[in-house]
């Protein structure tokens, strides 16, 4: 069956500052780095307000309209910029997270990744930052709960930054299972392991800086993988952040293209033990181009060959 691959040309609309490390590039070297890829190409659709609105209060959205530009670019905080194309490319990414959730439950794709911006991880429910505008992978992981009817789910966000957003807009949430692994100590600076979820269900793993991708292997296989395997969902979510890579410029963790490979490799069996192999992959960060378009073909490459 086939991989998705779900993009939208709005998310290059949405600009950001000359030097901003969320560029419009992103996304342009990752489509041309999968254009030769057999994938089942879809355009991601706008997002509905109510898929919205199950994570964020209808305040959020209209803070979002309220700072859109016109003309040149607003500021929600000192990390995060609306361009006049954001709000379209906000709702393109929530749209193709969601898009995704569909295309894998209906059996059009076994799996699916969701290359979009901006990206979603840090999304608080009342507070964009850190790039993100709306939180993507909860939109579409509670689209998966309550309109699939889907018992559980579970997100595996491996960007090297905690995915905060994620963890405040699941939080209460017993079907879904959020695991988060991350460079501490780091911006955003939460991400303890501590920080267990109202029903134990969010695990936490700091990761030192300069740790290599064996230590991120042996938390993953020590740690992850059994709690998502009793956690047994019936579909999983990767938050596919790639800034961990050891040339990335934001970060001090030193993984390989391998180290994604690997872990998305383990993704997919174990999905295929557990959820009938059905991963949504959904872009977060990355910011070495190179590094990024790499990893990105590499992810996606593992998603094509699982069975
Ligand atoms: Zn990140």
Same mark, same amino acid.
Not at 90 to 99: E, Q, S, V
Not at 118 to 124: E, Q, T, V, W
Not at 135 to 148: Q, R, S, Y
């Given at each position: 069956?086939?991989?998705?691959?779900?993009?939208?040309?709005?998310?290059?609309?949405?600009?950001? %500052?000359?030097?901003?490390?969320?560029?419009?590039? $992103?996304?342009?070297?990752?489509? $041309?780095?999968?254009?030769?890829?057999?994938?089942? $190409?879809?355009?991601?659709?706008?997002?509905?307000?109510?898929?919205?609105?199950?994570?964020? /209060?209808?305040?959020?959205?209209?803070?979002?309209?309220?700072?859109?530009?016109?003309?040149?670019?607003?500021?929600?905080?000192?990390?995060?910029?609306?361009?006049?194309?954001?709000?379209?490319?906000?709702? $393109?990414?929530?749209? &193709?997270?969601?898009?995704?959730?569909?295309?894998?439950?209906?059996?059009?794709?076994?799996?699916?990744?969701?290359?979009?911006? %901006? /990206?979603?991880?840090? =999304?608080?429910?009342?507070?964009?930052?850190?790039?993100?505008?709306?939180?993507?992978?909860?939109?579409?992981?509670?689209?998966?709960?309550?309109?699939?009817?889907?018992?559980?789910?579970?997100?595996?966000?491996?960007?090297?930054?905690?995915?905060?957003?994620?963890?405040?807009?699941?939080?209460?949430?017993?079907?879904?299972?959020?695991?988060?692994?991350?460079?501490?100590?780091?911006?955003? &600076?939460?991400?303890?392991?501590?920080?267990? &979820?109202?029903?134990?269900?969010?695990?936490?793993? %700091?990761?030192?800086?300069?740790?290599?991708?064996?230590?991120?292997?042996?938390?993953?296989?020590?740690?992850?993988?059994?709690?998502?395997?009793?956690?047994? %969902?019936?579909?999983?979510?990767?938050?596919?952040?790639?800034? =961990?890579?050891?040339?990335? /410029?934001?970060?001090?963790?030193?993984?390989?293209?391998?180290?994604?490979?690997?872990?998305?490799?383990?993704?997919?069996?174990?999905?295929?033990? @557990?959820?009938?192999?059905?991963?949504?992959?959904?872009?977060?960060? &990355?910011?070495?181009?190179?590094?990024?378009?790499? @990893?990105?073909?590499?992810?996606?490459?593992?998603?094509?060959?699982?069975?």
């Amino acid at each position: 069956m086939a991989t998705a691959f779900i993009t939208h040309s709005d998310c290059l609309k949405h600009e950001t %500052p000359s030097g901003h490390p969320e560029q419009v590039a $992103r996304l342009e070297h990752i489509l $041309r780095a999968v254009e030769d890829l057999d994938l089942l $190409r879809i355009e991601a659709p706008l997002a509905e307000k109510e898929n919205i609105l199950a994570v964020h /209060p209808q305040s959020h959205i209209d803070l979002i309209h309220a700072n859109s530009p016109e003309t040149g670019m607003s500021q929600l905080d000192g990390d995060t910029h609306m361009s006049p194309g954001t709000v379209t490319a906000a709702y $393109r990414a929530a749209g &193709g997270a969601i898009c995704a959730v569909d295309t894998v439950i209906s059996g059009k794709a076994k799996n699916a990744f969701v290359a979009v911006r %901006p /990206p979603g991880h840090h =999304a608080k429910a009342q507070i964009p930052m850190g790039f993100c505008i709306f939180g993507n992978v909860a939109i579409a992981a509670k689209h998966a709960l309550d309109f699939h009817k889907l018992p559980k789910v579970a997100v595996i966000d491996f960007d090297v930054h905690h995915g905060n957003g994620t963890q405040d807009l699941l939080w209460n949430e017993p079907r879904a299972l959020t695991v988060t692994s991350h460079q501490m100590p780091l911006w955003p &600076g939460t991400g303890y392991a501590e920080e267990q &979820g109202e029903f134990d269900n969010v695990l936490n793993l %700091p990761l030192a800086p300069n740790s290599d991708g064996a230590l991120m292997r042996k938390v993953y296989t020590e740690r992850v993988f059994p709690k998502v395997r009793s956690f047994n %969902p019936d579909l999983i979510f990767l938050s596919a952040g790639f800034d =961990a890579h050891v040339d990335d /410029p934001l970060a001090e963790l030193n993984w390989e293209v391998d180290d994604f490979v690997w872990i998305t490799s383990e993704v997919c069996n174990l999905a295929r033990d @557990c959820c009938s192999s059905r991963v949504v992959s959904i872009l977060e960060g &990355g910011y070495n181009l190179d590094a990024l378009a790499a @990893c990105s073909r590499a992810h996606i490459e593992i998603l094509i060959e699982a069975k």
